[in-house]
């Protein structure tokens, strides 16, 4: 049997994604996003939802660009740490120990520490209530070099120990289950 709820947000999990913005030294943020994802493949387009009472909306709004850097089990603390402090208060890449670096395209940094960084700039932003929508163009994606299987020339980031948040927890992703596709493939 199952309840009515009032409506909400429960789609779930989702990337504890740790969105990097600014575009000096002086203004780079880390803001902490669970609320990222995919618009479009072709071509290709991300969004995040972000408040905007947060100090990195005017950072993102000012310079229209930012970094969706996934995040791993390794840097969980440091990704939880960048969603509840300010970056009015704290210089997040110094308090967590995460080291910007340089983006190919754009000019916010990427978390050197991050498997995966999805390099965006701003097409439009949706006033939708409590939080507005970036949706963004791809521009470059970087990815670590530890997870390209060089046999296969694949890039691995299963194996990336990816972090996701599950309704105030963060989890580690479990093991595989299947693969697109293998429901309906033929039998051998």
Known sequence: MKQDW?????????PAALVSCGSTEE??????VAWVG???????MCSISVRPERHSYALLKKNMEFVINLTTK???RSTDWC????????NKFRETGL??????????PIVEESPLCIECRVKDI????SHHLFIA???NVKADERYLNTETGKFELAKANLLAYVHGGYYELGEKVGKFGWSVEKKK
């Open 6 to 14: 009032k409506p909400g947000t429960m789609i779930y999990p989702v």
């Open 27 to 32: 203004e780079y943020n880390l803001i902490t």
């Open 38 to 44: 995919t618009v479009c493949t072709n071509p290709p």
């Open 74 to 76: 390794e840097m969980a």
């Open 83 to 90: 969603g509840v402090r300010s970056g009015r208060d704290y």
């Open 99 to 108: 080291t910007p670096g340089k983006a190919t395209c754009v000019s916010a």
């Open 126 to 129: 949706l006033a939708l209530g």
């Open 137 to 139: 163009d791809v521009v």
